[in-house]
C-alpha cells in the first residue's frame, strides 16, 4: 500500500529535528527522504539542487539545449498546454460542499484518486533520478505555505525552483514537512481504463490530503497553476483572503499599487513589468486585509512575437538560470526565433522574479490598490481601448471575465476564441465565482480603488477581417495616463449599447483610436454587427449568475 502524505515526511521530519542545533546536512535530508518514498538505493536524489547542477542533467533530456543567451530551452512533448478538460478534484468531505462543481471542477473519488497517486509514485520510484524542490508559496510569511515538487525530470525540478520562493538556508534547515506536495509524473500515462478517466492526461488535487498528482503531461504550467488552484481554495477558505488570476505593480514616487487581471495573451506579464514601476508579480496575488502579495517567486512570460524593443525587462530576463519551452531556435547559433510558432504559440519562459530590475523583492506591500485594470483582448475589435468603470460594472465584468483566447494558451486551440471565463481565472477557481467577486467589490470600496477596463486586442477591424493589435505603445500611454491622473481629468462619452464611459483624449493616443464607433474600417453596419453579437454573447454568458446579483450589477451589463 502506498504510503500518506503522513507517512512519507515523518522519517525526515524527525531527522530535520535532529538536525535543528547543527548545520544542515542536505545529504542525510536525502536519505531521510528517500527512505521515506521507499526510493531504491540506487536512485540518485537531486534535492533542491543548483541551477547549474539541473542544466547538466537537463541537457541530458531529449532535445533540450542552451539558447544563445543561455537559457535552457526544454520541450513539453505533444502537450504544449494546460488541459482543463482532464483537471479533478476529489471529492471527499472536508471541502465537498465548498467546491464549486462543474465543467470546470470534475469529481474523481477516492478510489481512482488512490489508483492515480499510487501509478505516479510508482513511476517516481522506478527512475535513475528523482528531483526533489522544497519551497514556499507566498511572500507574506503571515500566509505562506511549504511546497514540495517530487519529479523526474530536471527542466521540471528548475521550473518550479524558479517558479516558487526560494528559502533561505535556515528556513530550509528547518522546513519539515511539506503543506501540499506534487508528485509530477508526467511522462507516464493515466489509466484510461479507472473510473473518471477521460484521456491518458489527469491532473487530480486532493485538498484533504494537500498532494497533486500528475499524468500524461510534461506540460510544466500545470505544476504552477495547480499552486494557484490550491490558493483560490485555501486563502478564501482559511484566512478570509481575496485569490486573483492578476499581476500587480506599484509606483516608484508615489507608491501607488496597481492590479491588472486577465487571462493568459491579455498582457499582464508584459503591462506589469513597466520601468517606472516597481513589479510586485506578474501572474498571482492575494490581497488581504494587510495589503497585496505575491503568490510566486518567479515570472512565466509569453514569449511569441517577443522583442528587445518592446518588452526589454523581460526579454533581457531570458538568460541563465531561466527556463525557455517549446521555442524554435537556430540549430547553429542557438539562437531564438520569437516569431516563430510552428511548435506552439504558447512559447513561454520562467524566470526568478529578480531577473526583472524592477522587481520589488521581497514581492508583497502593506499598500492596498488604487487602481484596478480588468484586461481582456477582443478579437472582435468591439470593446473600447480604455473605460472607467462605475462598482457596478467592475462586478458584471469581472464575473464575466470576457476575452478572446489566443492560440496555444491551452490544448487544441489555434486562433483566438471569444470566451467567458469568470474572475478572469475561471480554470483555476474551486469556489463559485460570486464569492470571490463579492471579495473584490468590499475590498475595493473599502480601500477607495478604481477600475478601468483595458482592452489590448484588436481595432478599426475583427481579428477575422484582418484588424490590428492595439499597438503596445499606445496602451502603454493609457496607463501613464491612469497612474498620473491625467486620464480622470478628460472629457467622456457614452459608449453605445454596452453603457461604457469612453474618453475623448488620452495623452500620447490618437483621439480615433479611443472609439471603435469611429475607428472601424468597414462601414456602420459590419460594427453595429459586431456589437450586438457581443452583447448578446456577454448577457446570455450572465445568465447564469444574475440570480445571484443585485440589480444593480445585472443593470451593468450590455443593453439590447
Known amino acids: 500500500m502506498a504510503p500518506t502524505a503522513v507517512d512519507l515526511n515523518r522519517e525526515y521530519a524527525t531527522s530535520v529535528e535532529a538536525e535543528s542545533n547543527a548545520p544542515f546536512n542536505k545529504a542525510a535530508r ?4 528517500a527512505a521515506a518514498l521507499g526510493l531504491s538505493p540506487d536512485t540518485k536524489i537531486h534535492y533542491n539542487s543548483a541551477v547549474p547542477i539541473l542544466y547538466e542533467d537537463a541537457l541530458k533530456e531529449k532535445g533540450t539545449t542552451i539558447s544563445s543567451t543561455g537559457a535552457l530551452i526544454a520541450f513539453s512533448g505533444s502537450k504544449t498546454g494546460r488541459s482543463p478538460k482532464d483537471k479533478r478534484i476529489v471529492a471527499e468531505e472536508s471541502s465537498v460542499h465548498d467546491v464549486w462543481w462543474g465543467p470546470v471542477n470534475k469529481k474523481v473519488d477516492g478510489q481512482t484518486w488512490k489508483i492515480s497517486r499510487s501509478r505516479a509514485i510508482d513511476y517516481l ?21 511549504k511546497v514540495r515538487i517530487v519529479c523526474a525530470r530536471a527542466y521540471h525540478a528548475l521550473f518550479m525552483k ?10 530550509l534547515k528547518h522546513f519539515g514537512e511539506p503543506d501540499f506536495t506534487i508528485w509530477n509524473a508526467g511522462q507516464f500515462p493515466a489509466n484510461v481504463f ?11 488535487l486532493n485538498f484533504k490530503a494537500m498532494e497533486m498528482v500528475i499524468l500524461g503531461t510534461e506540460y510544466a504550467g500545470e505544476m504552477k497553476k495547480g499552486v494557484l488552484t490550491l490558493m483560490f481554495y485555501l486563502m478564501p477558505i482559511k484566512h478570509n483572503i481575496l485569490t486573483l488570476h492578476s499581476s500587480a505593480n506599484i509606483g516608484i514616487q508615489n507608491g501607488d499599487v496597481t492590479m491588472f487581471f486577465g487571462l493568459s495573451g491579455t498582457g499582464k506579464t508584459t503591462l506589469s513589468a513597466d520601468p517606472n514601476r516597481k513589479l510586485i508579480g506578474d501572474d498571482e496575488h492575494c490581497w488581504s486585509d494587510h495589503g497585496i502579495f505575491n503568490i510566486e517567486g518567479g515570472c512565466y512570460a509569453k514569449c511569441i512575437d517577443l522583442s528587445e524593443t518592446n518588452e526589454p525587462e523581460i526579454f533581457n530576463a531570458i538568460r541563465f538560470g531561466s527556463v525557455l519551452e517549446n521555442v524554435v531556435y537556430d540549430p547553429v547559433t542557438r539562437v531564438v526565433d520569437y516569431t516563430n510558432p510552428s511548435l506552439t504559440a504558447n512559447t513561454r519562459c520562467a524566470y526568478p522574479i529578480e531577473y526583472i530590475p524592477s522587481a520589488k523583492i521581497p514581492c508583497t506591500v502593506d499598500t492596498h490598490p488604487s487602481n484596478i485594470i480588468l484586461l481582456t483582448c477582443d478579437a472582435r475589435g468591439v470593446l473600447p481601448p480604455v473605460s472607467k468603470l462605475t462598482r457596478s460594472q467592475v462586478m458584471y465584468h469581472f464575473i464575466s471575465g470576457y476575452t478572446s483566447k489566443m492560440s496555444g494558451t491551452e490544448v487544441g486551440v489555434t486562433e483566438p476564441e471569444a470566451t467567458f471565463s469568470a474572475c478572469y481565472g475561471q480554470p483555476f477557481l474551486v469556489l463559485h465565482p460570486m464569492r470571490y467577486a463579492q471579495q473584490l467589490a468590499d475590498k475595493m470600496a473599502e ?11 484588436w481595432t478599426g477591424k475583427s481579428f ?13 500611454a493609457i496607463l501613464d495616463a491612469i497612474h498620473s491622473g491625467e486620464l480622470a481629468k478628460v472629457e467622456y462619452e457614452s459608449y453605445p449599447t454596452f ?7 488620452c495623452p500620447g493616443v490618437p483621439s480615433e483610436i479611443l472609439n471603435p464607433s469611429r475607428n472601424w474600417a468597414l462601414g456602420t453596419k459590419d460594427f453595429e ?8 454573447l456577454f448577457v446570455e454568458n450572465f445568465e447564469k449568475y444574475a440570480s445571484s446579483c443585485t440589480d444593480e450589477v445585472i443593470a451593468a451589463g450590455p443593453a439590447l
Not at 536525502?30 to 527522504?33: A, E, F, L, V
Not at 477575422?464 to 502603454?476: D, E, F, I, N, Q
Open 162 to 171: 524558479n517558479m516558487l520562493i526560494k528559502p533561505t538556508e535556515e528556513e
Open 194 to 204: 479507472t473510473k473518471g478517466m477521460s484521456s491518458a492526461t489527469s491532473v487530480e
Open 447 to 457: 480601500h477607495h480603488a478604481d477600475a478601468w477596463l483595458l482592452n489590448t486586442g
Open 464 to 476: 477575422t477581417k484582418g484588424g490590428k493589435r492595439c499597438p503596445l505603445k499606445y496602451t502603454r
Open 30 to 33: 536525502k536519505s531521510s527522504i
Open 125 to 145: 520510484r522506478t527512475r535513475e533520478k528523482v528531483y526533489i524542490i522544497d519551497a514556499f508559496a507566498g511572500w507574506d510569511p503571515r500566509y505562506r505555505f
Open 499 to 505: 453603457g461604457l464611459q469612453v474618453p475623448k483624449s
Open 529 to 536: 454587427n459586431e456589437v450586438t453579437n457581443l452583447a448578446q
